[in-house]
């Protein structure tokens, strides 16, 4: 199975905190505005369930009837909840007692922050954060009533260890964990989560969202119990927010019918939760992406009001690739995996994909496409599918035709383009890549398979100080052109020296440095130095000498260049000059995505363009009569994922819809956590995490 990053658990470490006021205050007595009950879940032992090779646990509910159906009562959800253990007595600072607050507080953090709160999306909650944890230096009684902890959680807030749950930072979630053998007087429970209120004399009424569980010495009875109580109390803190229709408290939030569903997460062990979406008892075990470089996608077509289909592929921090595709509902596989060509193959870089079933005649079950992923070792591996996956290595093809000096060894990302044919059997395509020792290399079919050296070819017209050794990945757009030649196409790469090259095919390969042509119109503080991968989109016009087309790169000190040609080429700074200069000093990282709205191609065409910030930030940049940006992320789900950061490259697919707007598109972008985002438009932004559940 993928395993998530492990937090170092050693070096956190708990705060004391003497307790001056305990049993001094003197409290009007716990009243609420209605019948006051808490969740509690018993002490049952459960087997845990092995997780190895899957990415959740689907289980019956512990009564095997799946005929369960949660509300939603209007009350209160924690959507992302910020937690504060508090370990409640002087035993927790002697060296003696396991498991330690420190190895307690590593396993929470894992279990609120990790993959296992992400089944919740469907109520509306997402994973959180451990705030912190103390060690509150006053000992329980044994056993403690409920009213102990729920005046311990009192006196903190009291005596100014925690502020006020309707102050500033005060919608906390507090865990208290006593040591080892310290019981409630309530035989067979194990852990509660409630609303423990007080009065602020004269008027003001109070709730705090908190809970406890026992510790038997065990970590796995403490983290099994405290996920429970964690996803009931986020789902329905007050008791009137998701609950289990014809239950009754104690026992009708979502984990009490899951208890016997048990499973470690990242190596922690929890309990499962009632999925409605899955009408089962759910662990979600995660699969984390590795952002450097982007995943990839292809629209499958279908209606784009509600998304359309996609397919999306990416690299897990595990080296797998990942295929992605929507139905009803995600799915994930490793196909490569299963094919004999890419057994045991491990990758670390973007896959290219092609569609070759543009009519859509098989969208319902994915499309046709073929993919092309360069492994570890450096070899590329075609993968396609017919009513199979297939894989094998066209750059080292048993009757290929390969130019002298041929390298199959390549590193970094290929690029693709389709040179249509008839599709099922597969289209002809060319594919760009980088070879290990900087050159790249062309790969195209005939009635076989063929490879060569574009940017060094023979009879070849390069512009003076051509230097045919290359830093980034490729990009490529199709001109056009028969298929059986090879269509015309025109591909740019940042060579080793930080130049951005273009080449291009008429009846010989052409090779200039667009950046810094003769004649070009370049911005003032214009540097043709450039850095990661460059996108390029076709204009349209007469693909014969070229076409018109808009390429987006990012310069070497960060800034993101645009560059386009009308009868000579011209160069500018784009999210420089959105929304009146209001975010000049932005700065860029990894490689630009870029899509086309359409529109007349003389002045440019519309586009919108994706790229991360250097810390972090999705930017959005598109233009109308002028250039404007926005952070699509941020404003995502009333700006519920506002604080998410990103990694290296979006990739962005267009739905359709109407162009002068923006159209419709879905954006796909590797978070700092690892976690695979989907952004999309409908009249808002929506944000979700598709390969977080299925
Ligand atoms: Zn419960």
Redesign the pocket.
């Known amino acids: 199975m993928d395993i998530v990053r492990r937090r170092p658990i050693t070096k956190i470490k708990p705060k004391f905190v003497s307790m001056p006021m305990e049993g001094k205050i003197r409290r009007l007595g716990r009243r609420s505005a209605k019948p006051y009950s808490e969740?509690?879940?018993n002490c049952a032992p459960a087997t845990p369930i092995d997780g190895t090779g899957k990415i959740e646990i689907l289980n019956p509910p512990d009564n095997g009837n799946s005929n369960f159906t949660v509300s939603y009562h209007g009350g209160a959800v924690i959507p992302s909840v910020s937690l504060e253990l508090i370990f409640w007595g002087n035993a927790w600072t002697q060296t003696g007692t396991t498991p330690t607050a420190s190895q307690i507080m590593g396993a929470v953090s894992s279990v609120v922050s990790g993959p296992y709160m992400t089944g919740l999306t469907q109520y509306g909650i997402g994973p959180g954060t451990l705030r912190g944890a103390i060690i509150a230096l006053s000992d329980p009684p044994n056993p403690f009533s409920r009213d102990d902890w729920h005046n311990l959680i009192w006196d903190l807030i009291d005596q100014g260890t925690f502020p006020e749950p309707d102050d500033d930072g005060g919608r906390n979630l507090y865990m208290i964990i006593p040591p080892p053998g310290v019981n409630i007087n309530q035989p067979g429970v194990c852990g509660a989560h409630g609303y423990p209120g007080d009065y602020d004399f004269p008027a003001d009424y109070d709730v705090a969202w908190a809970g406890y569980v026992l510790n038997d010495g065990s970590l796995d009875t403490i983290t099994t119990s405290l996920s429970?109580?964690l996803v009931?109390a986020c789902t329905d803190p007050e008791d009137d927010g998701w609950t289990l229709d014809g239950l009754g408290p104690?026992?009708d939030?979502i984990?009490?019918i899951c208890q016997k569903t048990v499973a470690r997460v990242n190596g922690v062990m929890v309990q499962g939760y009632w999925s409605q979406r899955d009408r089962a008892c759910l662990i979600p075990l995660g699969i984390n992406f590795q952002a450097m470089p982007s995943p990839a996608v292809f629209g499958r077509g279908g209606p784009d009001i509600t998304g359309g289909k996609k397919s999306i592929y990416v690299v897990s921090t595990t080296n797998r690739l990942a295929q992605l595709w929507d139905t009803n509902f995600w799915n994930l596989d490793f196909r490569a995996e299963q094919t004999p060509a890419g057994a045991g193959l491990q990758f670390r870089t973007t896959p290219a994909v092609f569609d070759r079933d543009p009519f859509q005649l098989s969208q319902a079950t994915g499309g046709k496409k073929s993919i092309y992923a360069i492994a570890t070792n450096g070899a590329l591996l075609q993968l396609w599918d017919t009513n199979i996956w297939n894989g094998d290595f066209p750059a080292s093809a048993p009757n290929g035709d390969y130019a002298p000096g041929w390298n199959a060894n390549f590193r970094g990302s290929p690029a693709v383009f389709g040179r249509g044919g008839p599709d099922v059997t597969g289209g002809k395509k060319s594919i760009y890549a980088i070879t290990s020792d900087s050159r790249l290399a062309q790969i195209w079919d005939t009635n076989r398979w063929n490879g060569d050296f574009p940017a060094e070819a023979a009879g070849g017209n390069y512009a003076p100080g051509w230097n045919p050794s290359f830093g980034s990945d490729p990009a490529v757009f199709s001109r056009g052109g028969p298929p059986e030649t090879g269509g015309k196409k025109s591909v740019y790469a940042i060579t080793v020296d930080g130049r951005l090259a273009q080449l291009w095919d008429t009846d010989r390969w052409n090779g200039d440095f667009p950046a810094e042509a003769p004649g070009g119109s370049y911005a003032p503080g214009w540097r043709p130095f450039f850095q990661g991968s460059p996108a390029v989109f076709g204009r349209v016009g007469p693909d014969a000498t070229g076409g018109k087309k808009s390429i987006y790169a990012i310069n070497t000190d960060g800034r993101l260049a645009q560059l386009w040609d009308t009868d000579r080429w011209n160069g500018d700074f784009p999210a420089e000059e959105a929304n009146n200069g209001q975010f000049q000093n932005l700065r860029f990282q990894g490689a630009p995505a870029v899509f086309s709205r359409g529109g007349p191609p003389e002045t440019g065409g519309k586009k919108s363009i994706y790229v991360i910030t250097t810390d972090g930030r999705l930017v959005q940049l598109w233009d109308t009569d002028r250039w404007n940006l926005d952070f699509p992320a941020e404003e995502a789900n009333n700006g519920q994922f506002a604080s998410l950061r990103f990694q290296g490259s979006p990739a962005v697919v267009n739905r359709g819809g109407p162009d002068a707007t923006g159209g419709k598109k879905s954006i796909y972008v590797v978070a700092t956590d690892g976690r695979l985002v989907q952004l999309w438009d409908s009249d808002v932004w929506n944000l979700d995490f598709p390969a977080s559940h299925f």
Do not use: A, L, M, T
């Open positions: 969740g509690v879940n429970h109580e009931e104690p026992s939030e984990g009490d």
